[in-house]
């Protein structure tokens, strides 16, 4: 009878009980991070920049240790994208797809250390690559790109720490999670998921142990920049956080976040992650990071965040159950089920996360409703076009500043200027840059033309943005409003303006 292969094999030299892991498989598992990127860099061209993009473009252009939203790293990979491979939607979005690739590959390696057969590493690396999270993440940059890629890592470290009981792979997992520092602080979700699980599952002694506690300390280290910046400017992301919680989407995150860890890595999988789940409480050495799932989750669903705050450690639990699937999967008729599953869910996730449907047809289907990255994709040059007729209509001499509601419109405008006059916004990071006291008339998009009528002699609403693929983009139909003769200062006008979300 086969084995399961989940099973242990041998006793590490601590006394913790083991799986030698398996040889990797780098061809294959190469093959599938090449083609993930592949695809995904065939696609980036398509609808446009994601809204979040065109604010980190903004940002890039003033590099920080911390901005009053997030923390550097991921403003500072679309600088060093833009540079090196084109001020375009594809140059931008290179280092999304190098974190899916990234994912995938480290995907396949958890499945190595855990036992996995080269065929169990290439299923976990095509079930990865085929993901809705991966696609989504790796076809736009966002925090959330890098943020898998980390989550990965520490999991990788903390796998090869507990089951090889080797102390030095906590120093690599320290080093991931400092890095990881610079990009979203979400990382201490699995760190307390761990250590709950260490508490509750042990191995205990790893706690006090001097490996362990000197990866947390190399973590602080490199951390240490960006905790200063937080300190020094009045802990702007705790406020960051009090507005997202504020912001009357509690109660919606926290009906979708046990259906939502369905849709994440894909509804057909899904039973192969919960299955590693299973296996991983199940197997000594792993519960800790098994554990780690469940508290990481109660921990979002306590505080009201998205459902995805989590979403990498799901690929932890999808490798674990890659490599029980071996075994189960060893008939010819349960191979093709796999494989079905496998493809079905690759289709339909291509479909939902990324751009193959013309701009004229999705707009006619639910996807936009189901992807905010699709909605916010389309549209933005259209705005930035209507902007600049408004700008030539005024009389001549007029040298107006432009001013947008929110960091999406903020970033359109300054992504396609074309003579346009510099911009400005109240929102997150942006509000830290005042238009100039000279400038007395504004161009504003979106804004409430109430929040500026008392500043200035005269507000006129000259028009609404009309884009052209009505997707339900989030700047569609916003007023644009032209007010002249301002009459109070820039510092008293802007609290008016200034906003977080």
Not at 43 to 64: K, Q
Not at 90 to 97: D, E, H, L, N, S
Not at 102 to 127: D, F, K, Y
Not at 407 to 418: S, V
Request: hydrophobic share 55%.
């Amino acid at each position: 009878m086969a084995q399961n292969a989940l099973e242990v094999r041998r006793i590490g030299p601590s006394g913790t009980v083991v799986r030698p892991p398996a040889r990797i498989a780098w061809p294959a598992i190469g093959s599938v991070a090449v083609g993930v990127v592949v695809l995904l860099l065939a696609m980036a061209s398509r609808y446009g920049y994601y809204r979040d993009e065109l604010y980190f473009r903004m940002l890039s252009d003033h590099p920080a240790l911390g901005y009053v939203d997030q923390p550097p790293l991921t403003p500072w990979l679309a600088g060093l994208a833009t540079h090196l491979f084109g001020d375009t939607a594809v140059g931008i979005r290179v280092p999304a797809a190098l974190c899916a690739a990234a994912a995938v590959v480290l995907t396949a390696m958890i499945a190595a250390e855990l036992g996995g057969s080269a065929r169990a590493q290439v299923t976990a690396a095509l079930g990865t690559a085929g993901s809705c999270y991966v696609l989504l993440v790796g076809h736009t940059l966002l925090t959330s790109s890098f943020d898998l890629a980390a989550w990965l890592a520490v999991a990788l470290f903390a796998l090869k720490a507990l089951l090889r009981s080797e102390g030095t792979w906590w120093l690599w997992a320290g080093v991931a999670v400092g890095l990881s520092l610079y990009n979203k602080y979400l990382i201490a979700l699995f760190g307390l998921g761990l250590l709950v699980g260490l508490l509750a599952a042990g191995p205990r002694r790893v706690l006090v142990s001097r490996p362990l506690l000197a990866g947390v300390a190399i973590a602080l280290v490199i951390g240490v920049p960006n905790i200063l910046y937080q300190a020094t400017h009045d802990w702007p992301q705790l406020k960051m956080a009090a507005a997202l919680g504020a912001d009357g989407n509690s109660d919606r995150n926290r009906l979708f976040m046990l259906p939502g860890q369905l849709i994440l890595v894909g509804l057909p999988l899904a039973p192969i992650w919960i299955a590693g789940l299973v296996g991983l409480l199940k197997r000594p050495g792993t519960r800790a990071v098994a554990l780690s799932f469940p508290v990481a989750l109660a921990l979002v669903f306590a505080t009201g965040g998205r459902m995805d705050y989590a979403a990498p450690l799901l690929f932890v639990l999808f490798a674990a159950g890659c490599v029980g699937l071996d075994t189960w999967a060893f008939s010819r008729g349960r191979r093709r089920l796999v494989t079905w599953a496998l493809a079905l869910n690759t289709g339909l996730s291509v479909l939902l996360t990324l751009p193959v449907l013309p701009e004229s047809v999705v707009a006619h289907t639910p996807i936009p409703m189901a992807n905010v990255e699709v909605r916010d994709s389309m549209g933005w040059p259209e705005l930035a076009h209507q902007v600049r007729d408004v700008v030539a209509g005024l009389p001549a001499g007029e040298q107006p500043v432009l001013l947008a509601q929110d960091y999406g419109e903020a970033g359109a405008l300054a992504r396609w200027p074309d003579g346009l006059p510099a911009v400005y916004s109240g929102h997150n990071e942006l509000a830290t840059w005042l238009p100039p006291e000279s400038a007395t008339t504004v161009v504003a998009v979106g804004i409430n033309p109430d929040l500026l009528a008392p500043s200035f002699a005269q507000c006129a609403l000259v028009g609404t943005v009309e884009l052209g693929a009505d997707v339900g983009n989030q700047a569609q139909h916003a007023p644009i409003v032209v007010c002249t003769g301002r009459q109070w200062s820039w510092q008293q006008l802007w609290p008016r303006l200034v906003h977080l979300g």
